[in-house]
């Protein structure tokens, strides 16, 4: 990943948690907890796609982990986040910008649904059965309904500032630098003519065109001779 990439994925990740455990997690709304961590892993990677979901997953999930007050073992989420965002990142918008909200919209609900099933699955394979005791059907709705109530106020937030970070200036005017000089090597292998001394191939033009006028013009004069 660039390096910018990687500090602006770092930067709202740290954001998302610290809001979600300081903010949302002391709410004690009824079943789970608004995912915002999963919704900025979302955002991220259906601009920067799938590898760079599953890494900006990865990562958020491994920070979850072992963020305080995390009571589950070290690797759980990040195995979750890692998915959702790998499989995010294969149904990314062209160009990385939305046409339409249902799209999205249809992301976030089978993230939080699929996110929630994973993280119950994975808990129910090391021994963690508290998903039992809370209501499964009760936490996907729940997560269902936080997270798309939440998501239009986040996702397309973290995609702008997502593209915005991709626009580097200096890579735009060197790759366009780049495409003129392959334009120019095109026309010149064609014509034969130098692009980058248009001045100097004209001249040349203008100068075989008056030498060649002046032959004709002696020959002319020879033969009325």
Sequence with gaps: MRVNRILLSTALVVVALVIQVSVLARLHLP????????????????????????????????????????DHAAGRYALVLCVVGYLAGLVRPENGRLKSASGPMAVVVAAALGSTLLYAGVGALVGDTAARHVGLPGLLFSAALYDLLLAPFVVPGVMWLARRSDNDPLTESASAAKAGDISSGWLSSGTGL??????????????????????VGRIKGVKRL
Excluded: C, N
């Design 31 to 70: 079943g789970a907890v608004p995912d915002l961590l999963l919704l900025t892993v979302l955002g991220l990677a259906m601009v920067y796609g799938h590898v760079g979901g599953a890494l900006v997953g990865f990562g958020a999930g491994l920070l979850a982990d072992l963020a305080p007050p995390a």
């Design 194 to 215: 130098r692009i980058g001394g248009q001045r100097g191939g004209l001249g040349a033009l203008k100068a075989r065109a008056r030498t060649r006028s002046a032959k």
